[in-house]
């Protein structure tokens, strides 16, 4: 079945270095994929979609692109910032399985220090 | 944000007692999801509902049944609770289950089981 795969946290960087956060998925349909972020004690935000093929989601600075070429969607950052400190989830939506589903990578917690 | 609501937002609870679980939504949306989220293995679906009295099983259902007799409230009952059914709960609403299906979440529920 579908699935998403992301690296493994905790990532620990310091303010104003990169980020790159890998996904990669496996899907048998063309699903459309997201970056959701949980910040400490909330739920999951909507950071940034994709919805085909060489699409680039953008949002507060976080950047993916689609790749069928390579089934990935990293997520990147030019300059982290404290305040971007939370978990990151990768996860993907086939609209004809199960309702709309999300299935969802195991999350990458970053920390972000000043 | 999406008005999403669900209650308790904690809960201590013994084996093998009843414990539901209530999400209550304010946006008129037709698709409900219950997701659990455990370490390592980010959120799976437990089942959700495409309209009033129509819901169907996720991934992980074992254990859990629902009922939304209402467009605004999907509950989530846990008939005989166990310890592995400890976890934090999120309730997602969505519009559609297009491609560009957005699922918004709630703050979820942490549950424990003794």
């Known amino acids: 079945g579908d699935s998403v795969t992301q690296m493994e946290g905790p990532v620990t960087l310091s303010e104003e270095a990169c980020l790159t956060i890998?996904?990669?998925?496996?899907?048998?349909?063309?699903?459309?994929l997201f970056w959701y972020v949980q910040y400490p004690g909330e739920g999951l935000q909507l950071l940034l979609k994709?919805?085909?093929?060489?699409d680039k989601g953008s949002n507060k600075g976080f950047e993916a692109t689609y790749r069928k070429e390579t089934t990935s969607f990293h997520l990147e950052k030019g300059s982290v910032q404290v305040s971007d400190s939370a978990v990151y989830f990768c996860a993907l939506s086939d609209a004809y399985n199960q309702g709309g589903k999300l299935i969802f990578g195991q999350g990458t917690e970053l920390s972000v220090k000043p | 944000d999406a008005g999403i609501t669900q209650s308790p937002r904690h809960k201590v609870t013994e084996t093998g007692t009843p414990v539901t679980l209530r999400c209550h939504q304010t946006e008129n949306h037709r698709y409900m999801y219950w997701y659990r989220q455990d370490p390592g293995h980010g959120l799976r679906l437990i089942h959700y509902s495409y309209g009033v009295k129509d819901t169907d099983k996720g991934e992980v259902s074992d254990g859990y049944s629902v009922s939304r007799s209402k467009t605004e409230d999907f509950l989530l009952t846990l008939e005989s609770a166990t310890s592995s059914q400890t976890s934090v709960y999120f309730c997602a609403i969505s519009e559609d289950t297009s491609a560009k299906n957005i699922q918004y979440f709630g703050a979820g529920t942490r549950l424990s089981v003794l």
């Open positions: 890998n996904c990669t998925y496996t899907a048998t349909g063309y699903p459309s």
């Open positions: 994709a919805t085909k093929a060489d």
